[in-house]
């Protein structure tokens, strides 16, 4: 290919994407005078290159175009919807001829005649009729000059004011020219650049300020000889006109262009890859400054310390130069947005703004190659299912014109962008509901999840919010997949929404991949790079430090504030040799709301590496991110925590979230009652068990066939104390009673003290082999027994009679359950709701037990057990039991007539209930 | 399986490894180092050594004992480092052998495929050899050197 042609190339390219963003900002601003040439420039030179490289497709759809941008530049036609997607049409049509070009080397062979056709047709529409007012109002005024003037003396009123609104801090020279084009647009009956609107850009976008304004202008064009009809008309005018508080894209987006235009005549070209080597060596060069420094710090009267001072500045000078062409403005990546944004209005049919913020942020082209795809999908989200028709607007008493907010900025070593629209907002009841027919979450979920939390539903996989999947989204594979990639570059996407109002994303991503903040850590005497981004948190354990290393049944786990962090070794994962080490330190890692610690033995230092590629025949370790070489001229490994992460066991990469989340949540989530009473242990039980607690004075006791009861709610409730005697202390003694109560019968379990509730892992550590107890767990600190509710229930309540009204019910429920932990924790829930409980671990001995000792009218298995078909051919209804509901997948709920939550009483005992129902209808 | 060597005398780098001689073409070869300093990589499978820094790059090294099946170097010998390039994978690996000779010039006429007794192991990391008046000259096949098995990472349950 010529090199002629190569360069027209690249220059096209840029030029066609200039020109799309010019398109649509002359929808807008139909009138801009400086705008229509611009583009009509660029289409012409593209024209004009074509034809002289003879490229006639090119050339006769880029003059078809040319002609219409004339007319819109003469006045002869105004720019409509219409003429603009023609021409916009045109410039795909050259962008894909341009693209053959570049492929082949020559244009496609055929021809553009119906296009062609029509872009002529438009530009020979008769010229649009003048406005019908006998005389233009501008004229009416006075023309520019007087709109001028009286905009000036406008503002300088507003300045002299003593109180009220005075547009203080506005820079002056800029709001006049703003004010003066935005009066002098409205009068040419251009209603887009609204008064509201250039005010907003400088922050004066309060009504009031704009009333006051417009009253102002009102008194100082009266002063400069205009009628009042005339004032009225324009105040009407610029009134009528969308009083949207907002910074006009176009104009920010013009001053920006401004700033480019400058630049373009002091800079070249540069082959990507030239600038990619630059880096690499720039990159060794700090390296080997790393490795001098470090050599020459052992020897402070070195000759060559003088100019190793000067060569490290020198590098370090060169390092960030070579960063900074390694930068590109964020408006590289959303260009394309207003575009896009565009083309949806026009397919939704809904009125569409992009506004932008903070353009020029620059970032790493390659991290800005990364978030391209998300914001592409971000936008069309915001487009299709954020922002609402222009009826349902209008209903809502907002604009018709709905916006879509970028905005991108530096803070820190990051860069913050944020994607906000004004639409909707996220319908968290509507969220609900589609999640509990997922069977994401469960009925209880559904109601106590907070909104922000049900809001992150939108981020799990297949979770789609659009009523109807359109060809633009709500086929479900987006958000997840933005926060996915997002995460990828080690960056993070925050949501917040306000229902009516609008959502609002924010993206935080690191400013470069190239070089990271990394913790150099050891483990068994090797070194790793650890991204800072990760981690969250240092914490000593052993040695010195307080705190120390539990385990549950081999899994190392942390105890950190109220939470159960799990931990992975790192020694163990990377399968090096075990060693004794007193100390060791834990590297709280978070990704996403999932949190672990990775046990290391040292953690030196901060330091900033620079991330090189793992070699190839590495990367099936899915353990690291990359390679770095130190200052000393190590080479070591840099550990990723998403891969880490993996090792921990049920994680992929689609459940990591609910995953954690079940771990943390059943971690979380058990409320204990703990309470003193027998021996010495503390005693617990789930607190969902438990109806009421009373305090009972001992003289209320009596005695029913020996045994104690107490005269409690209209019946006789047999008592129980945690020792199993039948005594408790003296008549005077006001003991507190534990009210296990299912309606139909109640029992009291008399204990000497109530301790506490606290939340804790129902996680057992103890197996017990006593009468009365179900195993041990450590509830702050202490080993607590768990009571066997079943045990004292049988004791108590077998000779309990039931409610006289209560119909005498004995079902038979059969509990399948490889925990006999969580077998007996169901059980006596059963027994309280009237069923007489058989239990089982496995699906194959339930079946067996079914020909023994069956029917069973209900049957209760963990859902994770395996073989579940088996239960199939018992034909009880079969409820399933989970931990977690929200890590319930809709795959896992089939062939269960109902779901409970096995710590919840209430569910489950609501899902015996609406089984009964049923049974009973 | 062989690209064998054609008609026209070819230059190559020559290195030993226990008491084998092996050949590699010279314009495979980057670079030679003399025991440079690995690093290990944990995981890593057990032919690679570790990572090398060759001047500000990372170059990952091969210990060709262990890929040949031979049995491991006395760790107090110095070892010699043969820098490849990787057609396939575009990058730079380092071959850890004992000795490194000098570049031999062969001739086509020497040529010899792999003798069919020579085991299956090594009939797939070599392409043939040549007669020496002293010694037989395999000449590695680089790319198969670095087709190494690399063990499948299981989620620990």
């Avoid at chain 1, 496609?108 to 020979?124: E, N, S």
């Avoid at chain 1, 324009?234 to 009528?240: C, K, S």
Wanted: with cysteine.
């Amino acid at each position: 290919m010529d090199d002629v042609v190569r360069d027209f190339l690249a220059e096209a390219a840029e030029s066609m994407d200039a020109l799309d963003r010019s398109l649509v900002r002359l929808e807008d601003a139909p009138g801009d005078p400086e705008l229509l040439s611009e583009i009509f420039r660029v289409m012409h030179t593209i024209k004009g290159t074509c034809g002289f490289l003879g490229l006639q497709r090119l050339a006769a759809v880029a003059h078809a175009a040319e002609d219409i941008l004339g007319q819109f530049r003469d006045g002869a036609i105004s720019p409509t919807q219409e003429s603009v997607s023609a021409v916009l049409e045109a410039v795909d049509v050259i962008k894909a001829l341009l693209g053959e070009l570049e492929a082949n080397g020559a244009e496609p062979a055929g021809d553009d005649k119906p296009l062609v056709a029509r872009l002529r047709a438009i530009a020979q529409q008769s010229p649009k009729a003048e406005p019908a007012s006998a005389e233009p109002l501008a004229s009416r005024i006075g023309g520019l000059s007087t709109i001028d003037c009286g905009v000036e003396l406008a503002l300088a009123r507003i300045k002299a004011r003593s109180e009220g609104v005075r547009f203080n801090g506005a820079p002056e020279e800029p709001l006049h020219a703003a004010l003066r084009d935005a009066v002098w647009a409205a009068c040419e009956g251009e209603a887009n650049l609204s008064l509201a609107r250039t005010l907003s850009q400088f922050e004066l976008s309060e009504p009031v300020e704009v009333a006051s304004f417009m009253t102002c202008l009102g008194e100082a064009l009266a002063e400069l000889g205009a009628a009042p009809a005339t004032i009225a008309d324009l105040a009407a005018l610029l009134g009528a006109a969308d009083p949207k508080p907002s910074a006009d894209p176009s104009l920010v987006a013009r001053s920006s262009d401004h700033a480019a235009s400058g630049v373009a005549a002091q800079s070249i070209r540069v082959n990507v890859e030239a600038l990619e080597q630059l880096m690499n060596v720039a990159s060794e060069l700090v390296l080997i400054r790393n490795q001098l420094i470090q050599t020459l710090r052992s020897q402070p009267d070195s000759p060559f310390a003088a100019p190793l001072q000067r060569l490290n500045h020198v590098t370090t000078e060169l390092q960030e130069s070579v960063m900074t062409t390694r930068m590109q403005p964020i408006s590289a990546a959303w260009a394309k947005l207003p575009r896009l944004a565009r083309d949806l209005a026009v397919e939704l049919n809904k009125r569409i703004e992009v506004v932008t913020h903070g353009a020029e942020t620059e970032l790493d082209r390659q991290v800005l190659e990364m978030i391209k795809d998300p914001l592409t999908h971000m936008i069309r989200n915001a487009a299709d299912h954020g922002l609402e028709s222009p009826g349902e607007r209008a209903k809502a008493g907002k604009p018709e014109m709905g916006r879509i907010m970028l905005s991108a900025r530096h803070e820190g070593s990051q860069i913050v962008i944020e994607v906000a629209d004004d639409g909707r907002g996220l319908q968290a009841a509507k969220l609900r509901a589609k999640a509990l027919t997922r069977g994401l979450i469960t009925p209880v979920e559904a109601e106590s999840l907070s909104d922000a939390k049900i809001h992150q539903l939108i981020f799990h996989p297949g979770f789609s919010t659009a009523e109807a999947v359109s060809g633009i989204s709500g086929r479900g594979v987006g958000m997840d997949v933005v926060r996915t990639n997002i995460e990828k570059i080690g960056g993070a996407v925050e949501l917040s929404s306000t229902e009516g109002k609008g959502t609002r994303f924010t993206i935080r991503i690191p400013l470069t991949l190239t070089i990271v903040s990394a913790l150099i850590v050891d483990c068994c005497g090797e070194r790793f790079a650890m991204p800072q981004s990760a981690v969250v948190e240092l914490v000593g354990v052993g040695g010195g430090s307080r705190r120390a290393l539990e385990d549950i049944n081999g899994a190392p786990v942390l105890r950190l504030r109220d939470r159960l962090l799990p931990l992975i070794s790192l020694q163990e994962l990377m399968g090096m040799p075990k060693r004794e080490n007193e100390e060791q330190s834990i590297l709280v890692t978070s990704l996403g709301a999932f949190s672990f610690g990775i046990i290391v033995d040292r953690v030196f230092d901060t330091e900033e590496i620079v991330v090189k590629p793992a070699a190839s025949i590495l990367r099936s370790i899915p353990y690291y991110s990359g390679a770095t070489i130190l200052g000393d001229g190590a080479v070591i490994m840099i550990l990723d925590p998403k891969g880490i992460a993996s090792s921990l066991g049920s994680i992929d990469a689609e459940q990591q979230e609910t995953a954690s989340r079940g771990a943390v949540r059943a971690a979380e989530r058990t409320q204990l009652l703990v309470v003193r009473g027998g021996s010495h242990a503390p005693k617990a039980t789930p607190l969902q068990l438990v109806s009421r607690i009373e305090d009972v004075r001992l003289s209320q006791v009596e005695y029913a066939n020996d045994k104690p009861v107490l005269q409690y709610r209209g019946r006789l409730m047999p008592l129980v104390d945690l020792g199993g005697g039948v005594s408790f202390g003296a008549p005077s003694e006001t003991k507190p009673v534990i009210v296990f109560d299912n309606e139909e019968r109640a029992i009291g379990l008399v204990v000497d003290e109530i301790v506490d509730i606290v939340e804790a892992p129902l996680v057992q550590e103890f197996h017990a082999d006593r009468p009365g107890v179900l195993g041990s767990l450590v509830v702050a600190d202490a080993v607590t027994d768990v009571i066997d509710l079943a045990y004292y229930w049988r004791m108590a309540a077998a000779d309990a009679a039931p409610r006289a009204d209560a119909a005498p019910l004995v079902k038979r429920a059969l509990i399948v359950d490889a925990s006999p932990f969580q077998r007996n924790l169901i059980a006596p829930l059963l027994a309280m709701a009237g069923f007489q409980v058989m239990m089982t671990s496995d699906a194959a001995s339930a079946a067996a037990l079914a020909e023994t000792d069956g029917p069973f009218d209900l049957i209760f298995t963990d859902a994770a057990l395996g073989e579940r078909n088996m239960l199939d051919s018992l034909t009880a209804p079969v409820i399933g039991l989970y931990d977690d509901p929200l890590a319930v997948r809709q795959r896992d709920t089939e062939g269960f007539a109902r779901i409970a939550c096995r710590f919840d009483r209430d569910d489950v005992l609501n899902a015996v209930a609406a089984l009964q129902d049923k049974h009973a209808a | 399986m062989t690209t064998a060597p054609s008609s026209a005398d070819i230059d190559l780098v020559t290195m030993s490894v226990a008491d084998a001689h092996f050949g590699v073409p010279v314009l495979k070869v980057r670079d030679v180092l003399d025991s440079p300093a690995t690093y290990p990589v944990p995981l890593a499978p057990a032919e690679i050594r570790g990572s090398i820094n060759l001047r500000g790059r990372i170059v990952t090294a091969i210990d060709l004992r262990m890929r040949l099946g031979l049995p491991p170097r006395d760790p107090a010998l110095p070892s010699k480092c043969v820098i490849v390039d990787s057609e396939a994978a575009g990058e730079p690996y380092a071959f850890i052998v004992d000795e490194v000779g000098d570049v031999l010039t062969v001739s086509a006429k020497d040529y010899e495929p792999n003798p069919i007794t020579l085991s299956r192991e090594w009939s797939g990391l070599c392409q043939g050899l040549y007669r020496r008046e002293s010694t037989l000259l395999l000449v590695l096949d680089t790319q198969a050197v670095l087709r190494i098995e690399t063990r499948k990472f299981e989620r620990v349950a």
